[in-house]
């Protein structure tokens, strides 16, 4: 079985996210992921809105980092959101990208160690509303209305091996099938070291899409999401990108003051096409299948999924639609 | 110059399915836009209840659409009124 969510980047008002939620759902999706970004809205409050305004669809929070919010707080805070609707909670955890981070003034120090750190946190939270270990010792004086399965957000070889090892599931931020493929390795790695196997295990391939028939605007949309996906890329992948520098570290000044105008004209469709899947509605059923096939069960549709949202959401969901009954 | 009332006229004389067919058009370029932080809450509000609702084609909600379009996208809403006075 596949399933199937999409991505909402709470950066318009609540009123579009809302509607969103609501054709998401209509469109049959399972779920919505809120991505987290300390330039745009909580995703933790506008998740406590949709979760009462939908009725089907799972609300996951993520990627919300241990940095700007403590371990403690994001356990706190989904614990609350169980409250709002029970087992239609997820959250995802990962170490946030280094250029946001430090913009905001917060160091990004022992990644590994920070996620897991907050995995166990927000598991022992969920599971026994109280944790004891190293300087934490902490409770709740309410009980979590359900569990909230644990995401981590990964990219680089070791935080992905380490999502197989302590994660309920794992976000893959790549978008082509080579990268998954090799991440799902590296999954793998992880799941075997803990013992487990990949069916308990939900593994999501986080695709950024911008789908359309004009190539054109469909890669001029995704240009500013291929910009963070390239900040946030491990120093291999950049190395095997053949990306310099001087180059790269133009792109993090751009992304910082959000200059879209003059990122458009430095960013060349060949890199965002690496970045971010762009093509056609047929495109994507091609990848789509090439994702299951090397065994992903969730895939995320991730923003800006097209230059027209609501034509992208209706061609993505007939593709999806149709998968879903290829593989029942 | 865009006219909310002569919006509201065009609107009147369209068929059902010509009525469908601009709303899905109105609320994709609505949904696509960048700009909606300039767009009132209130404003972005109402059109997300109609649609809940199934009230869409209400003559009031084709002008909050309008309306809402006319500030996030000015230049794509013009264009929509020529065309429709074309028709």
């Known amino acids: 079985m596949i399933i199937f969510s999409s991505e909402i980047v709470p950066k318009d008002p609540l009123w579009k996210i809302d509607l969103l939620a609501y054709l998401i759902e209509e469109m049959g999706l399972s779920g919505v992921w809120l991505s987290e970004h300390p330039h745009n809205r909580s995703s933790f409050i506008t998740a406590s809105l949709l ?32 409250e709002i609707a029970p087992n239609r909670v997820k959250i995802a955890i990962g170490a946030g990208d280094k250029t946001t981070l430090e913009s905001i003034g917060v160091e990004r120090s022992n990644p590994l160690e920070k996620v897991r750190e907050a995995v166990t946190i927000v598991r022992r939270i969920l599971r026994e509303r109280r944790v004891t270990m190293d300087n934490v010792d902490g409770r709740l004086d309410f009980n979590p209305r359900s569990y909230a399965p644990i995401y981590i957000g990964a990219q680089g070889p070791r935080m992905l091996q380490l999502a197989g090892e302590i994660g309920d599931g794992v976000l893959v931020n790549y978008s082509n099938p080579e990268d998954l493929k090799w991440a799902y390795m590296q999954v793998k790695i ?120 609501l034509y992208s959401l209706k061609e993505i969901c007939k593709i999806t639609g149709e998968l879903i009954k290829l593989h029942v | 110059m865009v006219s909310l009332e002569e919006f509201s006229e065009i609107i009147r004389r369209l068929s059902s399915e010509e009525k469908k067919k601009l709303v899905e058009d109105l609320l994709d370029i609505l949904l696509s836009s960048v700009n909606l932080e300039n767009v009132p809450d209130e404003v972005g509000w109402r059109i997300t209840e109609a649609y809940r609702e199934g009230k869409m084609h209400d003559l009031q909600i084709f002008r909050e659409l309008a309306y809402a379009i006319s500030i996030a996208e000015p230049s794509k809403f013009t264009k929509i009124l020529k065309e429709l006075r074309r028709e």
């Open chain 1, 51 to 82: 979760l009462k305004r939908v009725s089907q669809l799972w609300i996951g929070v993520g990627v919300v980092n241990p940095y700007t919010i403590n371990p403690f707080v994001i356990a706190q805070l989904t614990a609350s959101l169980t």
């Open chain 1, 190 to 309: 992880g799941i075997d070291r803990s013992s487990r196997t990949m069916e308990n295990f939900d593994a999501a391939a986080y695709l950024t899409l911008s789908i359309d028939n004009d190539i054109e605007k469909a890669a001029k949309t995704a240009a500013p999401y291929a910009a963070y996906v390239l900040c946030g890329l491990p120093e291999k992948m950049i190395e095997d990108l053949d990306i310099d520098d001087k180059f790269l570290n133009e792109v993090k000044e751009t992304v910082k003051k959000a200059d879209w105008l003059k990122l458009y004209s430095i960013l060349p469709v060949e890199i965002i096409k690496k970045m971010v899947l762009v093509g056609r509605p047929s495109d994507l059923r091609e990848v789509l299948e090439e994702v299951v096939e090397i065994g992903y069960r969730h895939i995320v549709l991730g923003a800006p999924l097209g230059p027209r949202i």
